[in-house]
């Protein structure tokens, strides 16, 4: 079983900065691709940033330039850094990690408990 611990939300204001990170632990085998997503209130779930155990990332055309994704893969996390925050950033932030607990497992997704980040003055 693979566990997701984030950290680092809270509230910010407009223009602002916050820094999330994520620890996976548990049995893990390998991780695949790391990311985070994010749901505003009465909004569906929606792709932030991802990016790949090689290190290729993917961002949100809304956060590009702002947001920056990076990963450590010995210690199994990831880090969303986000700077000129604005209040549509508003939401609960979720990790994801794509994971597999033996080498003839397969890959399963895995989220956080999600962390919310309110952007408001």
């Known amino acids: 079983q693979v566990h997701l611990v984030e950290s680092g939300g809270g509230l910010v204001q407009p223009g602002g900065s916050l820094r999330l990170s994520c620890a996976a632990s548990g049995s893990i085998f390998s991780v695949d691709t790391m990311g985070w997503y994010r749901q505003a209130p009465e909004k569906g779930r929606e792709l932030v940033a991802s990016?790949?155990?090689?290190?290729?990332?993917n961002y949100a055309d809304s956060v590009k330039g702002r947001f920056t994704i990076s990963r450590d893969n010995a210690e199994n996390s990831v880090t969303l850094q986000m700077t000129s925050l604005k209040p549509e950033d508003t939401a609960v932030y979720y990790c994801?990690?794509?994971?597999?607990?033996?080498?003839?497992?397969?890959?399963?997704?895995?989220w956080g408990q999600g962390t919310q980040v309110t952007v408001s003055s």
């Open positions: 994801n990690a794509r994971a597999r607990t033996s080498r003839y497992a397969p890959f399963r997704e895995n």
């Open positions: 990016i790949t155990y090689g290190g290729r990332t």
